[in-house]
């Protein structure tokens, strides 16, 4: 039985259930992280050295980082589903997995400035008085940034249709 490690309103783990969803798979997930604890257990750190979640473990082969996890999933169960044999066409799908690890949204900390705008949540709740102060600078920034990836990939998603073989 596949298991993972992570608890579930985490984003990272997000990803692996869905797949795991989308794919059908029988699994166990294991609360780890967050109020869980956990992550710097001997037994943990054994099988993700950086001691963040997800983890997943198939039978002897263990992965760690959500999309290296998603991938290996995908090339493991989904062949022709999620999983594309031609390279050019699995790129489609690939890129936007790192893009949304690296480029979107803007960077920590503003990110969270930006995300808070975003959804009208006091920028208080994430920050202290003292990061605020230096981190308004910012602010007009981040949310530039942030708009700026959101129509790209609206600009690229919104006249494509999702379509699951
Ligand atoms: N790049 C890693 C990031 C992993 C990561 O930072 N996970 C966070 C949860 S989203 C974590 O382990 N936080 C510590 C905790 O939840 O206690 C991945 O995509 O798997």
Request: charged share 25%; with cysteine; glycine share 8%.
């Amino acid at each position: 039985m596949i298991e993972v490690w992570g608890r579930r309103n985490s984003n990272n783990v997000m990803p692996v259930m869905w797949t795991l969803g989308e794919l059908r798979l029988p699994h166990v997930r294991h609360n780890f992280g967050g109020t869980f604890g956990g992550l710097d257990s001997d037994d943990y750190l054994s099988l993700n050295p950086n001691g963040r979640i997800p983890t997943l473990r198939d039978r002897d082969c263990v992965v760690w980082e959500s999309n290296a996890i998603v991938r290996y999933l995908a090339a493991r169960f989904g062949e022709g589903n999620l999983w594309d044999a031609d390279p050019g066409h699995r790129s489609l799908a690939d890129r936007w997995m790192d893009w949304h690890k690296t480029t979107f949204p803007p960077k920590s900390p503003d990110r969270y400035e930006a995300i808070s705008h975003q959804r009208r949540t006091p920028v208080r709740l994430f920050f202290t008085r003292a990061q605020l102060q230096t981190g308004t600078v910012r602010f007009a920034g981040a949310r530039s940034r942030l708009r700026r990836c959101a129509s790209s990939i609206a600009l690229r998603l919104a006249y494509k249709p999702f379509r699951r073989r």
